[in-house]
């Protein structure tokens, strides 16, 4: 089940996604995680942040919205304070997923993160849709998005991963910016903007009017995003979105997938990571797969 | 926190919203009154949070007002049929604040968590005074089963049809030695604002996950944001800060 990502190899390629599994604490205490490939741990800025105001989180019939907005307790905090807990239930070079609001911040974080013995992977968000003045509006443009890798690639000697937004018209343009300006990697998708309105108030559910949509109802987007932007570069893809069992992580890797993340599964049962781990095999076999190395990009002629 | 598959024993009106749910399974995870469960229902993505009412060796009773989709789903189900659940979630409260003659506060379905609180705090001994609120007599439920634990319990009605008048802070006693409130927020604000002496508030919030993975339902507090969902739902009242 072993895959290689950007250079680092994972025992399997399940990985929780940012935002969802906070520094891990919470579901060691259910499992040992590590039988995961490796996490993505909570969104990382320069500063600390308080993010959205409530409510940050409606439902829809196959999936979730959220708004929080990149809450977190800034990088020192991150490296001072959740590190080193993280490191005592978790074993792995973990994914350090980063995010800010100017060129310079973002490349300030990924610095520090890159410093840190643990971190095997920089995770550049430029796709969160629920800041104003940063996140998404970096990850749209793609000369923006190069100038963030750039930027980076600068500080940094870990590889970096950018975490690409489905909210644009051509996510091929960005990818091949983002790859163009050096990038290790990528991943895809961050949420879909969405919104709801609650009928007993008319008025938007979600106190920042809009969210990020995540959940089953986005896997056939991400699938697609996957396949089109594994056909336009040659640096290994994540691929997320609304993944929540070992046939969605197949069907992701067949799209060109090197590594699959899992999100809002992971919210609905905190064992989603393990069970999908579990999965696997049995799954593999049904589809005759003998090694997932073999089937990333399978799907493509 | 534990997930496990609990059977339905009992699910039945106590009034004409609120209902009760009995559940027979693992209540090994549930240490303190005040935490909550998490419940997975067929066709819903996301858990619903509702809070314990009550729990023994693999007893647990949750009562709930339907008031959405998620707790319409839990009224129509029927004895026999199981739910996942994931228990033992949150803080609850701390039994050890009370003092000798703790008083407990209860709005409407915010009375359901005292219950296993004034169970365990009638077992230490204590004094237990109670003042549940509620809009209209209609809606009162769970009075004389605070009574029959030896509690001293005082009803208020907004629409002053049973009891007292008002609002639980038109019917605060003189002498407590601290209190423990549930309810909707502006209840718990009004509390906070009059009720004299220190105590514990338990707050609802919209959640994600339910167990501190999502920040879905932080609120901002003395000592910095603060999950809900694992750091409260209960949160000492020198900790909370409200909104402007």
Redesign the interface.
Known sequence: MSVTLCGVELDNPVIPASGTFGYGYEFAELYDIDCLGTFSFKGTTKEPRFGNPQPRIAECRSGMLNAVGLQNPGVKAVIGEELPKLGKVFHKPVMANVSGFSVEEYAYTCARLDAHPQVGWLEVNVSCPNVHGGGMSFGTDPAAAASVVRAVKAVTTKPVIMKLTPNVTDIVSVAKACEDAGADGLSLINTVQAMRIDLKTKKPLLANGTGGLSGPAVFPLAVRMVYQVYEAVSIPVVGLGGVSSAEDVIEMMLAGATAVQVGAANLRDPYACRDIIAALPGVMNKYEIKTLRDIIGGAHG | ?K?SVFTITENAPLTGAVYRLRLAGDTSAVTAPGQFVNV?LPG????RPISVSDASDGQLTLIYKVVGKGTEAMAAMAPGQTLDV?SGLGNGFDVSLAGDAPLLLGGGIGAAPLVLLARRLRAAGKTVAVVLGFNTRDEIFYENEFRAMGCDVTVATADGSCGVPGFVTDALPEDYSFYYACGPEPMLRAVYDRAAGDGQLSFE?????G??????????TAAG?KRVC?DGPVFRKGEILW?A
């Not at chain 2, 167990?211 to 901002?220: I, K, W, Y």
């Open positions: 926190m997930q997975a819903l993505y996301l858990r994931l919030a919209r959640m994600g996950c167990f501190g993975a999502c920040m879905g339902c932080t609120r901002q944001p694992k909104d």
